[in-house]
């Protein structure tokens, strides 16, 4: 008889109409209350693998229908299919791990939803509500991209890969709020600690501030020499896009923040001396050093919820295992 439905369903349409309005809200309340009422990912693996009768980390209809059923939720053919497609957002007939946890989580809590907002209000430079390929090339510089590097790709195909990471309804090389927002609920999903996802997001997008274990780590700190002779260490609020022996917009981002620098003395890798500690740089001899690798950074301040996610979406060999990480790497 299901098979049937589904012939009919594929022929027809899909009757979306269910008895039970609410069906998805009682399936969420009966999943969390099995797995704990803050569903942490542990027990929500513990969830999915109790459904998941092959092993094989995704959840087929008649999986999702047998193990709801043991949960005691038995549904009919149209509620199971209704449920199902609120599941599987990428339409592929399959429930793999993200859009498990993505669909029982919900939405991102405020605090966290107003981080993602900051990040994309630091690429939405117009205030638009969407994000160009114009506004990515201010941030991201394709010409440290490995791929660039050894010729696989132009740089405007790095950028055009850069972007295509959020873009991922519309396909028109521009990012809408709704895109970006999508793309970090799927990463919030597999991540319990508030802090940790702030410190993430902070990291990865150079956003200054955080307190405790969310306080931001990534931002370029500088020696400031001032007009009256005195010295401070300064955290640059605003250095994404900065290249690292840039003084000079270096000291105007210091400017617009407060801070009058008569002098920047730049610490490690940003001085050309190759000495330790910081060492005072003027604009006169400062030289426009290779721009960092942006990718690089915002991978390497992300690298345990990548690779937490990746371990989670284990699948078939014959299914790709898409690894995400806090920015938009894409390797």
Not at 35 to 62: V, W
Not at 163 to 183: M, P
């Amino acid at each position: 008889m299901e098979n049937l439905y589904d012939i009919l369903s594929s022929r027809y349409g899909k009757d979306k109409t269910s008895k039970d309005s609410n069906v998805m809200s009682v399936v969420k309340a009966k999943i969390l209350e099995r797995c704990g009422a803050t569903g942490g990912i542990k027990g929500l693996q513990r969830t999915l693998a109790i459904m998941d009768d092959n092993g094989d980390k995704r959840l087929t209809k008649e999986e999702l229908k047998y193990g709801l059923r043991d949960y005691g939720i038995d549904l009919n053919m149209r509620e199971i299919d209704e449920v199902f497609l609120q599941f599987d957002k990428n339409k592929d007939g399959f429930i793999d791990t993200t859009e498990f946890f993505v669909a029982i989580r919900g939405d991102l809590n405020p605090r966290r939803k107003a981080l993602v907002k900051l990040a994309f209000d630091i690429l939405d430079k117009d205030k638009s509500g969407i994000i160009t390929i114009d506004e990515i090339a201010q941030v991201y510089d394709t010409s440290k991209n490995p791929d660039v590097l050894s010729g696989r790709k132009t740089k405007e195909q790095a950028l055009m890969d850069f972007i295509h990471v959020w873009d991922r309804t519309e396909h028109d090389g521009a990012v809408t709020w709704d895109e970006f927002e999508d793309y970090y609920k799927e990463i919030s999903a597999s991540i319990d600690a508030d802090d940790y996802f702030e410190l993430m997001i902070r990291n990865a997008w150079h956003i200054a501030g955080g307190k405790g274990a969310a306080a931001n780590s990534a931002n370029r700190r500088v020696l400031v020499t001032k007009a009256d002779g005195s010295q401070s260490v300064e955290c640059i609020n605003d250095d994404l896009g900065v290249r690292a022996g840039d003084v000079t917009e270096m000291k105007a981002r210091l400017a617009r923040q407060g801070v009058r620098a008569e002098a920047v003395g730049l610490f490690h890798g940003d001085d050309s001396t190759g000495g330790k500690g910081f060492g005072q740089r003027t604009q006169k001899t400062s030289t426009a050093a290779p721009a960092k690798d942006f990718t690089k950074s915002v991978k390497s301040s992300s690298i345990a919820a990548a690779a937490a996610i990746s371990a989670q979406r284990r699948m078939k060999p014959s299914a790709p295992i898409r690894s995400k990480s806090a920015g938009p790497t894409r390797r």
